[in-house]
């Protein structure tokens, strides 16, 4: 008798006090992995946020420096009669607004400012094989990839940089209409390197478009430009604070991650010209 008690002791189960305790225990382990598991999720979202927005940088600043860097470029012909050399085009190599132009299709000596939306540049230069991709039959490309018409005895490209939308768009020599090539781009700041003329290899000081004539374009040597890019998702649980291209702290319109990309382009062709 003895003995079946003691084994009806040993079978019972857990008391309802022990049962809630290792509930309690096992609901704070579940939720600190569920913890675990939102802020790993977090961290990848922004990470791969992170790296979307500095490739999307990396290829814009690509597009712009390899145009910007030539602007002005023209191969020498001969040689005048005060010792300089001669070249086919001898026009403007930059121009831009602090703004969108208001009219993409004139010259780029014409262009005027909407005064509404990111800054804009243009630049032109003469194309060939040595600045420029160039198709099977030899003709280079614009910044679309279009062929440049042959004009006289060069071909001349002349590019338009441009936001809309959240995009970074060009209109080249060879298409009647613009089109995207970088997406989640918000904006575009772009100061100019403008010198004196005494010593023009030497900056003497940094102004926007807006601050500008044709004269000191053509005494500009470089471009800093600078590009707001943001996430393509809003990644953010609420609005994120970002210093913006004049180095002031803005609070974003949405939940998307922003930062501000900044590059300085020298402008070889024209240093020493004027």
């Known amino acids: 008798m003895a003995m079946a ?117 243009a630049v032109e230069f003469e194309a060939d094989a040595r600045n420029s991709v160039v198709s099977s039959s030899g003709a280079p490309l614009d910044c679309l990839g279009n062929g440049i018409t042959i004009a006289g005895s060069y071909y001349l ?7 809309n939308g959240g995009k970074l768009y060009c209109r080249g020599s060879g298409s009647n209409t613009a089109d995207a090539l970088i997406d989640n781009i918000d904006s575009m700041v772009i100061q100019y390197g403008v010198a004196n003329a005494a010593t023009p290899n030497q900056v003497s000081y940094y102004s926007r478009a807006s601050g500008m004539n044709a004269s000191e374009f053509n005494l500009a040597i470089s471009a800093r430009v600078c590009l707001i890019v943001k996430s393509e998702r809003e990644v953010a649980d609420t609005a994120v604070q970002y210093y913006d291209c004049d180095g002031t702290e803005q609070t974003a319109p949405d939940r998307r991650l922003y930062k501000a990309f900044t590059s300085t382009i020298t402008l070889q062709n024209r240093m020493g010209l004027n």
């Open 5 to 121: 008690r003691k084994n009806i002791l040993h079978q019972r189960g857990f008391s309802l006090i022990e049962l809630m305790i290792s509930m309690v225990i096992g609901l704070v382990v579940v939720g600190a992995v569920f913890a675990a598991y939102l802020g790993t999720s977090t961290s990848s979202s922004s990470s791969r946020a992170v790296a979307q927005m500095t490739e999307d940088a990396s290829l814009a600043m690509n597009v712009l420096r390899s145009q910007i860097a030539m602007a002005g470029f023209s191969a020498p012909t001969g040689i005048d009669g005060s010792g300089k050399f001669t070249k086919n085009y001898t026009g403007m190599a930059v121009n831009g607004c602090s703004s969108e132009f208001a009219d993409t299709t004139v010259g780029i000596d014409a262009l005027t400012c909407s005064g509404a939306g990111s800054d804009s540049i």
């Open 157 to 163: 490209s002349y590019s338009r940089f441009y936001i």
